[in-house]
């Protein structure tokens, strides 16, 4: 089946500090990749659409220069946590179409951001 | 405004009981339904997709029917390893999750 990794799995940082969480498609090539956030015990939240080769879509209310999204290629898209802040710790997981013809989208495995 | 309610929040079955999970939606215009599985800390995986009231889906123990105002999914004789949350979600312009049924499963 489809599988989509991220890493790290768990990163722990400093406040003022930025971190880059990698999102790859191992075995399909995905043009088009979404960024979540999940807090403890809630929903999935969808951040931002990610595209390949263009900028990408941020849903109201998630700061771009904040959350930097940059999908360089068909198999990869980054998330960059700018001046992290305690308020920042949350599960962030992304997600990918497997064609372009299917709606159902795969999840990687997430990456726990801890912000002291 | 498009929103995902899923009840109950937690349910505790024996191992053998059958029991339904509850999603009900309103939505626009639902392009799909979507049902996943998640495991603690982990990302979500990928169970069924329904498209139109009347349709059903089934693997291994676990059902899943939709309706034009909900969906259930109905787990028979479940084991302790279908521990896990269960996350309903609707695609209208974008995914659109409900809060999850956490299931606990005893020997």
Partial sequence: ?116 | EDQVTQSPEALRLQEGESSSLNCSYTVSGLRGLFWYRQDPGKGPEFLFTLYSAGEEKEKERLKATLTKKESFLHITAPKPEDSATYLCAVEDDKLIFGTGTRLQVFP
């Fill in chain 1, 1 to 116: 089946g489809a599988v989509v990794s991220q890493h790290p799995s768990r990163v722990i940082c400093k406040s003022g500090t930025s971190v880059k969480i990698e999102c790859r498609s191992l075995d399909f090539q995905a043009t088009t990749m979404f960024w979540y956030r999940q807090f403890p015990k809630q929903s999935l939240m969808l951040m931002a659409t990610s595209n390949e080769g263009s900028k990408a879509t941020y849903e109201q209310g998630v700061e771009k220069d904040k959350f930097l999204i940059n999908h360089a290629s068909l198999t990869l898209s980054t998330l960059t946590v700018t001046s992290a802040h305690p308020e920042d710790s949350s599960f962030y997981i992304c997600s990918a179409y497997l064609t372009r013809s299917t709606d159902t989208q795969y999840f990687g495995p997430g990456t726990r951001l801890t912000v002291l």
